[in-house]
């Protein structure tokens, strides 16, 4: 069933194609700075959204495949993308959507021209809607790790499945503060060659990077601690 969105409110009218002329049957709640069409209203009633996530400018990619709740708030989303990558969640982030920034905002240093929402409040079925919508995460604004996240499926929760839940992925996320895509592909150069100053200063005394290192299993066991995860960040909000 396909629907055509009016938006410009919270709340949009969903008309359903029927034989001859659209009527209305209901409503859905949808995000308000963006028009849709042809979104499938079945996939709307669907909990669990399927994400692949990958780290921008790096080749071989660095990837990983998620399922999240549709319920979910963007912090929640930040704080999964944290665990499946391996960050350290000690820098500021945001996603972009449609021109809108999704965080945590700083009332005293917040621009008029860059107005961040609030990610505790926002959740993703307000902004996510359709299979193929993509959006933007970036985590620590020196090093501007980018990601993209495109919508691939919408599906039922399956009653004996924990969410969130880490399906696939290849490859480690860079090691922090080693200087964005630059340094990192620095890092990869210099990787193997004995005594290399340039891998030291990096690592900055820090343990050898594999970045072949990716266990989904760990993973997803840290995954199923999300919420104590999650308390433990909050504290230092």
């Excluded at 990716?214 to 993973?219: A, G, H, I, L, S």
Aim: contains cysteine.
């Amino acid at each position: 069933m396909k629907i055509k969105i009016a938006a410009n409110t919270g709340l949009a009218k969903v008309a359903v194609q029927c034989s001859s002329a659209p009527m209305t049957c209901g409503k859905v709640i949808i995000k308000n700075w963006s028009s849709f069409e042809n979104v499938n209203l079945e996939d709307t009633m669907k909990e669990i959204i399927m994400l692949k996530v990958t780290l921008d400018d790096i080749k071989p990619h660095i990837w990983r495949r998620v399922l999240v709740r549709s319920s979910s708030s963007f912090w929640e989303l930040h704080n999964i993308l944290q665990i499946v990558f391996g960050w350290e969640n000690s820098h500021l982030f945001q996603f972009k959507t449609d021109g809108y920034f999704i965080g945590l905002p700083d009332t005293e240093f917040e621009e008029d021209s860059h107005k961040t929402l609030d990610a505790r409040e926002i959740k993703l079925d307000k902004v996510i809607t359709e299979v193929g919508y993509t959006f933007s995460y970036e985590y620590d604004f020196g090093d501007s790790w980018g990601h993209t996240i495109k919508v691939e499926k919408f599906l039922f929760a399956d009653p004996d499945t924990i969410y969130p839940l880490c399906t696939s992925g290849e490859r480690a996320a860079p090691p922090e503060n080693c200087g964005g895509v630059p340094g990192f592909k620095l890092l990869m150069k210099s990787k193997g060659r004995e005594k290399n100053p340039e891998y030291d200063e990096i690592m900055g005394g820090r343990k050898a990077f594999n970045p072949e290192n990716f266990n989904v299993e760990k993973v997803n066991k840290q995954l199923s601690s999300l919420d104590s995860y999650m308390r433990k960040i909050e504290k230092g909000v």
